[in-house]
């Protein structure tokens, strides 16, 4: 991370409020700005309000899937420059494919590994 700017803002979108908690706690710690976001609909409306430097976007939520909020996000022209890694459980058969054509910029797997999902953050934030 540089040290001439400020940390990235994160927005964890993320439903299941353990993997939420220990990925904010783990991410703050390594100093990235957090926010959270605990279904679809509510990750759409604050990507929108805070502009986020990235978004980690768990595919399976409540109110609005993470592929749905995903192609929201990448259709609008306020929010189509924010890149967003998807996050899902499991590595099933097409669910790369399915976040990639979502919109999605990046794609990892749960169990989250920090230092894999940290370097794709910061290629992803590099250029800002
Ligand atoms: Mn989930």
Known sequence: MSENRPPPVV???EDNEMNRD????RLQRKGYGILIAVDGGQGVEM???NK???????MSLPV?????AT???KQHPDTKHIPVIALTAHA???DRENALSAGCDDYDT?????PRLIEKITLLTWAL
Do not use: Y
């Open 11 to 13: 927005l964890i979108v």
């Open 22 to 25: 220990m990925l904010s706690r």
């Open 47 to 49: 990507a929108h309000a």
């Open 52 to 58: 986020p430097d990235l978004i980690l976007m768990d």
């Open 64 to 68: 609005k899937d993470g592929w749905t």
């Open 71 to 73: 192609k929201e996000l």
């Open 92 to 94: 099933m058969a097409g």
């Open 110 to 114: 749960k169990p989250i590994e920090l």
